[in-house]
């Protein structure tokens, strides 16, 4: 069993769990919806595209195209949180549903990732 994989599969699968658990809970309900666990996702998710430009598997580059793309979502909603949230107010409901509705794509791109982690390490042969 090589260390550097495992840490490589629990970076990723890590990054999608956070990411699931923010987006869990009611929809338009900020009190269901942690800044901190959205913070977290966001800088697990960048570690992830870190360790996935190391990857030289014949699925690399298509899984580092999925953490870019999560990446991407979670920055949005992080700036989205922000820019909502200035002055200190809560967020209204339509802000809450617009910073989910990007995680959530975060969520899909995720998937995708721990799916193409799965297929790389069933096809490895010993």
Do not use: C
Not at 65 to 82: K, R
Not at 111 to 119: A, H, K, Q, R
């Amino acid at each position: 069993m090589s260390t550097e994989r495992v840490l490589f599969a629990f970076v990723i699968v890590l990054a999608l769990t956070l990411n699931v658990g923010f987006v869990v809970g009611e929809f338009g309900d900020i009190a269901q919806h942690n800044v901190y666990e959205l913070f977290a996702a966001l800088v697990v998710s960048l570690i992830a595209t870190v360790m996935k430009f190391g990857d030289r598997s014949p699925l690399g580059s298509t899984m580092l195209a999925t953490s870019l793309v999560a990446d991407l979502q979670l920055a949005a909603a992080a700036i989205g949180w922000g820019l909502y949230s200035q002055g200190g107010a809560e967020l209204a409901p339509h802000a809450v549903a617009t910073v989910v509705s990007l995680a959530i794509g975060a969520v899909v791109a995720n998937v995708v990732s721990v799916v193409l982690l799965v297929v790389e390490m069933a096809s490895l042969r010993r």
